[in-house]
């Protein structure tokens, strides 16, 4: 079969499309014809080599796809010829993968490919980072152009948010936030000091919770942000620097910080979680923004379309026609 594979870390360009053997289900694990396979920003840095020290190769990236089970679960939550959509830990831009078959989910019929794959990582992200989210509550997140972002928005409002507020670094970026129901996006100028221009932008504003994936000054900036006794969720550090946290201040403001990685898998089910966007999707209550479909051998020009950072949306492969 075909499948996208990295023989050396570098840029897009290292992406090539090869033949590969076939993958072979293990204990627990279920065959998938793959129709199209999510490209996610964390795929970029495993083609970096920058993904969680993970180094071997030759690797093959992709950690969700949608498409036909070829065999029935044991414990009857799908069967053979169901449409699905899979979390996988990695292989999945190619054919035919082997996927735990607890992260297996049936796709309900009114949800398209591309919609199916932006609620596995990008959704299951945001509803988890929302878990224990209570109404009334404010919230400030970074990244106005993040799939996770434009879901967390919506979610927020589902769930009662008093206050939704971003931090952007594109106008254009900032209009899709105020479309998907944020009441406010802070557009730091892009120089000098960051956290002062946040601060002056949100003139005051304090917010009962923080989520994070940029890293740097803008987590330091958002952090001012929490009212005392409020928490800080991060989830990526996109920006490449991690931040320097003043302890002292979490102390004396009685502020939580955690860290929200996806790929612990205790705790929680996807399959409960999907149902739930599903049911969000289907109500007409939840978009996604859906981005660009490029052919499986076109898995360079997808990344170079992830790394413009131009907000395209949940960006996708067809591993149909490779
Ligand atoms: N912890 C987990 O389990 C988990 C799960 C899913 C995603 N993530 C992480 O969450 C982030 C967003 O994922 P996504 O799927 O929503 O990606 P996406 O739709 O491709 O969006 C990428 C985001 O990263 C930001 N970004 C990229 N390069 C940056 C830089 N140099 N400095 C500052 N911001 C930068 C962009 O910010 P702008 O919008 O401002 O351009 C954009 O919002 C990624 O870092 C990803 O690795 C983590």
Known sequence: MLAVCVNEFGGPEVLSLEEVPEPVAGRDQALIEVESAGVNYGDIL???????????????????????AMSADPGGAFSAGDRVVALLDGNGYAERVAAPARDVVRVPDHASDQVALAMVIQGATAWRLLENFAPGQSVLVSGAGSGVT????????????????????GEEKSDRALEL???????????????EQVAEELDGRRFDLAIDMVGGETLQAMLRALRPG???VIYGVAGGEPAKVNTGALLKNGLTVSGLWL??????????????????????????????????????????AVEARTGVGKVVLDCRNP
């Open 230 to 232: 409020g928490r800080a």
């Open 263 to 304: 790929g612990h898998s205790e705790g929680w089910s996807l399959r409960e979680i999907m149902t739930g966007l599903f049911e969000l999707v289907e109500a007409g209550q939840l978009t996604p923004t859906l981005g660009p479909v490029f052919p499986l051998a076109r898995a360079d020009d997808a990344h170079r």
């Open 181 to 195: 129901g944020a009441d406010l996006v802070v557009q730091p100028r892009g120089d000098g000091n960051l956290k």
């Open 150 to 169: 434009h879901l967390m928005i919506q979610l927020a409002r589902i769930r009662g948010a008093s206050e939704v507020a971003v931090v952007s670094s």
């Open 46 to 68: 495993v083609r970096r080599g920058e993904y969680f020290g993970r180094r071997a190769l030759p690797v093959i990236p992709g950690w969700e796809v949608v498409g036909t």
